[in-house]
Structures are given as C-alpha cells and as structure tokens.
C-alpha cells in the first residue's frame, strides 16, 4: 500500500470522531428506531433512498461509506474503514449484504518493526450493484467486487472478484460463471 495511505488511528481527531461513530452504532443497536437510523445513516458519505440496515451495524468512521438504493444490509455488518478519502468503501444498488459479513478496509503493516507504530493501512473497496454477499463473508481492503456477482457464505475475499460470477471459500475463487439471458 501507498505511503498515501497510510494514517495514524492514535490521532486525537480521529479518536475523537470514532467514539461518536461508535456511539451512534451502538445507539442504533440498543434501539434501530428510524430516527437511530437517520443518524447512522448520516455518519456515511452518501447512502440512497431505501437502504435498509439491521441492528449490530458497526463502523469506524462512516465518512468515506457509500451505500446505493435499495441496498440490504442484515445483522452485525463491522465495516472497519479509514478516515482518509483514498480509501473509500462504495456499495452499490440493490445489494443484499447477509449476517456477519466484515469489509475490512483498514489493516496494519506486516513488517513488525513498523507494525510497533501501530498505524494503519487503508485501500478502498468496491461492490458493484445487484450483488449478493453470503453470510459471515470476509472482503479484504483493495477489493473490487463487479456487478451481479455472488459471493458464497464464509468466504474470505483476498482478490477482485469479476461481474456476473459466484466465488466462494477461502481464499474465495471461481465456482462458475452466471448466465445473464433473460427467458
């Protein structure tokens, strides 16, 4: 990862702006009224008309997420995302995101001299529209994820994954491809 990348979550700012984050997750957890959902939804850079969002939601920071219409989000989604506008998580339209599933944008860097700093590393990832996310599936940071694909429950997405297929297992790889013709 790029040296642009990188950020220091000890920040005082932006320890500061990930209690609120989480208080208002957990405030929509104890209580996923429709008022604690207009303020969850508030935290993110833009989320489309009809996004539905279940209790156990968790974020960072919010700032950088982008959900499309429609959009389903079920139970306990942790999103671990970055503060930083290089690092963007964008889900698309009409996704249905199952129980469990993890977006890890956020990790730290492998050489443990520089893991002391204890900094992190952030690359974006992107979901593209009409895909199915199993239950309790890993995408890892730097993930693509094309138009209408599914990926397969408990699957740990480490690399892109191509519109209109199925991945699963871990790593996920390619079950088969999905025909797109209408009858």
């Given at each position: 990862?790029?040296?642009?990348?990188?950020?220091?979550?000890?920040?005082?700012?932006?320890?500061?702006?990930?209690?609120?984050?989480?208080?208002?997750?957990?405030?929509?957890?104890?209580?996923?009224?429709?008022?604690?959902?207009?303020?969850?939804?508030?935290?993110?850079?833009?989320?489309?008309?009809?996004?539905?969002i279940e209790a156990g939601f968790h974020c960072d920071y919010g700032s950088q997420l982008s959900v499309g219409e429609r959009s389903f989000i079920n139970i306990h989604c942790t999103v671990l995302d970055s503060p930083l506008d290089a690092c963007p998580i964008?889900?698309?339209?009409?996704?249905?995101?199952?129980?469990?599933?993890?977006?890890?944008?956020?990790?730290?860097?492998?050489?443990?001299?520089?893991?002391?700093?204890?900094?992190?590393?952030?690359?974006?990832?992107?979901?593209?529209?009409?895909?199915?996310?199993?239950?309790?599936?890993?995408?890892?940071?730097?993930?693509?994820?094309?138009?209408?694909?599914?990926?397969?429950?408990?699957?740990?997405?480490?690399?892109?994954?191509?519109?209109?297929?199925?991945?699963?297992?871990?790593?996920?790889?390619?079950?088969?491809?999905?025909?797109?013709?209408?009858?």
């Amino acid at each position: 990862m790029t040296e642009k990348n990188y950020f220091d979550s000890l920040n005082k700012a932006f320890v500061t702006t990930r209690k609120q984050s989480h208080e208002v997750c957990r405030t929509f957890t104890r209580s996923p009224s429709k008022g604690n959902l207009k303020r969850l939804k508030g935290l993110f850079k833009s989320c489309g008309e009809q996004v539905m969002i279940e209790a156990g939601f968790h974020c960072d920071y919010g700032s950088q997420l982008s959900v499309g219409e429609r959009s389903f989000i079920n139970i306990h989604c942790t999103v671990l995302d970055s503060p930083l506008d290089a690092c963007p998580i964008m889900i698309g339209r009409d996704c249905l995101i199952g129980p469990n599933v993890q977006f890890l944008a956020v990790s730290h860097a492998v050489e443990p001299q520089l893991r002391l700093e204890k900094g992190n590393y952030c690359a974006p990832i992107v979901v593209g529209h009409n895909v199915w996310i199993g239950a309790g599936v890993i995408i890892l940071a730097g993930v693509t994820v094309g138009d209408n694909a599914v990926i397969g429950a408990g699957s740990v997405v480490t690399k892109d994954v191509a519109a209109e297929t199925i991945v699963a297992g871990n790593p996920a790889t390619l079950i088969k491809k999905i025909d797109m013709k209408l009858d």
